[in-house]
């Protein structure tokens, strides 16, 4: 392997970049450990190590390893571009850590798939997903049979697939989608669902039938579209999690407490070298440690304030209004979707009837606002 690595040169223009690639990691990942927010920094761990790894590091050989060979390819301007992304990541971890709202609100959307990544692995997930339609006892046998239409035969062959149901979404998409469209969430940043088919005209501007490729055309960019605008469900787990900080039940997490810098450690003394064993542990402290202030130490985490915490709990309820959940039947098969609910009861139109205290409250006016007795002595 020695011999690997000193076969080639290193290039110089990969050479300057090999310490700021390895700062800005090791940059990101400390701020991501300091995240007020268990999922946020498992997520943004594994989302880190994959940015900076290789794309397909299973078809690399094995030998080359660590050699100069593999850093020989590195293209330097697309890392430059990466990295200034990065540093732009870097700020926005750094400014939820401080507690920056609109930065932890960024963080939080990226962490359960609002936005981002994890977004579009839902969206994988969630297209992915089918009923199992094999009925599990009698009571879901006789609702397969009585909803089956007459004209549709209980068993045929398959026809080839036609080119615009390539361009369709499969039953569970489609229940997800309707469910999203009757609940559209008034924050979402994404637009709303308008429709649920795409609009076809029947004939091109030539007074013709439409052709067949224009209609899958239309029909392909309708269904890109929508999908950008669905907004997929969470796991049952995070979802309850979501409910939990939202309403209340749940205490928030504290960010995990932070190391005390430390002086540097010298390498020699008078010219000779220094070892730990020399020096008692008093002493060392008082040579080598950086003081740190009580009243501004990291090392224990604080209680946020009432205000913060407040706030804090309403980004958790903006992220969980966005939200849904996906619970299977395990006899019918059929999918339960709920969605995070709005800001009140009386928002969400839980509160239709006044109570006893509302009416007294406009006692003695009618319909119009205006009193009853100057109504009656006008009449």
């Known amino acids: 392997m020695a011999s690997l690595k000193n076969s ?13 690639i390895r700062h800005t990691y090791r940059s990101l990942l400390r701020e991501a450990n300091y995240l007020a ?64 709202l609109g930065a932890l609100e960024r963080v939080l959307m990226r962490a359960y798939g609002r936005a981002g990544k994890r977004r579009r692995q839902l969206m994988v997930d969630l297209s992915n997903l089918r009923g199992d339609e094999l009925p599990q ?13 007459p004209s549709e ?10 080119l615009n149901s390539l361009y369709q979404m499969n039953k569970t998409m489609r229940q997800f989608v309707a469910s999203q469209q009757a609940n559209q969430p008034p924050e979402s940043e994404r637009g709303k669902i308008k429709r649920l088919v795409p609009k076809l005209p029947e004939q091109n501007i030539w007074g013709r039938k439409l052709p067949k490729k224009r209609e899958a055309n239309m029909r392909k960019k309708f269904l890109a579209d929508t999908l950008g605008r669905v907004l997929p469900p969470l796991p049952a787990h995070e979802w309850d999690r979501l409910e939990s900080l939202a309403e209340g039940r749940m205490p928030l997490e504290q960010p995990p407490p932070r190391r005390t810098k ?24 008082k040579r080598f440690l950086t003081p740190v202030r009580a009243q501004k130490s990291s090392t224990t985490p604080t209680e946020l304030h009432t205000s913060e915490g407040r706030a804090v709990r309403r980004l958790y309820g903006k992220v969980w209004r966005l939200s849904a959940k996906m619970v ?45 007795s100057k109504a009656s002595l006008k009449s």
């Open 8 to 20: 080639a040169a290193l290039n110089p223009a990969v050479a300057k970049l090999l310490p700021l």
């Open 37 to 100: 927010d268990t999922a946020a920094r498992e997520y943004f761990r594994r989302y880190i190590g994959y940015r900076f790894n290789p794309f397909n590091p299973e078809k690399l050989d094995p030998r080359y390893w660590g050699t100069n060979k593999f850093r020989n390819e590195i293209k330097v301007e697309r890392v430059k571009t990466g990295l200034n992304d990065a540093k732009s990541g870097l700020k926005t971890l750094m400014y939820a850590n401080g507690g920056n």
């Open 137 to 149: 006892d009698d009571t879901a046998l006789q609702q397969l049979i009585d909803n089956q239409s």
């Open 153 to 162: 035969p209980s068993s045929s062959k398959s026809a080839p697939p036609e």
């Open 262 to 285: 430390v002086g540097d450690w010298p390498r020699s003394h008078s010219g000779l070298e220094l070892e730990a064993s020399d020096l008692d542990s008093a002493d060392l402290s």
């Open 328 to 372: 299977q039947d395990e006899h019918t098969k059929e999918f339960t979707i709920t969605w995070g609910r709005d800001k009140s009861p009386a928002a969400a139109g839980l509160v239709t009837q006044p109570s006893e205290i509302d009416l007294i409250l406009f006692e003695g006016l009618d319909s119009n606002g205006a009193s009853a």
